[in-house]
């Protein structure tokens, strides 16, 4: 199952990306769309955020510099 | 105001919000505030007049050594050209805190055994340097969703605010 999207990518962004499709380097635009999205994902959990911000409230108040 | 000794290294994101919130000058008390290059050029598009606050020197600084465990870390991560060049200084400038907002980020500073802390932390830390009052914190907490373009979860931060008043209470009684 999938979802259609509409988004606006600025100009040199698109621009890469074609490249990276013209060189072989992934199969098409949909799937290197989605592996960005994959990535994104991955590495901004919202369990690691909400674990940053804790961090961020002790070192506030109980940090030394 | 007592100065800390640490150099800050900080991200778009940070200087951003904090002059969303007229709070720039929470940033004085460092050592140094460091901005890359990379992440002024990015200041400057999204909100010029962050750079030419009075209450604090920003020192516009770019990366001449750059390090080969960053550059391994950047597709890890998807890190962008400002947080790359923040990470680099943060590895030039030994025992050096990267101020960002940006998880990706922060995990790669962890990987890089560097200290990183974002907006929230800046805020609160200035209850425990005495540059705000405890009410006032609180007031700029509250405002975040209002005044700035910083994204939290309102439960989470309901529940920052309210961590945060229980803990100056025991604290600061």
């Known amino acids: 199952m999938s979802t259609l999207i509409k988004t606006e990518i600025p100009d040199q962004l698109w621009q890469q990306a074609q490249n990276m499709v013209e060189q072989g380097w992934i199969d098409n635009m949909d799937a290197l769309i989605a592996e960005a999205m994959r990535r994104y994902i991955e590495s901004h959990q919202q369990t690691i955020s909400e674990r940053f911000i804790r961090e961020d409230i002790d070192w506030g108040l109980h940090g030394k510099d | ?173």
């Open chain 2, 1 to 173: 105001m007592e100065k800390t000794r640490a150099v800050v290294i900080a991200d778009a994101e940070p200087i951003i919000h904090l002059d969303e919130l007229n709070s720039l000058d929470l940033l004085a008390d460092f050592g140094k505030v460091i901005i890359p290059e990379t992440v002024w050029n990015e200041v400057e598009r999204h909100r010029p007049q962050a750079l030419s606050c009075s209450g604090v020197k920003l020192i516009r600084q770019r990366a001449v050594h750059f390090s080969a465990q960053v550059d391994a870390l950047t597709p890890f991560y998807t890190l962008h050209a400002g947080e790359q060049e923040a990470l680099h200084l943060c590895c030039e400038f030994k025992n050096s805190l990267l101020l960002t907002d940006d998880t990706a980020a922060r995990l790669a500073a962890k990987n890089l055994g560097v200290a990183a802390h974002g907006t929230l932390g800046v805020l609160v830390r200035a209850i425990r340097q005495q540059t705000r009052s405890i009410p006032e914190v609180l007031k700029l907490l509250r405002a975040i969703p209002t005044q700035t373009t910083l994204h939290i979860r309102a439960a989470l931060l309901a529940e920052v605010i309210s961590d945060v008043e229980k803990n100056v209470k025991e604290v600061y009684k």
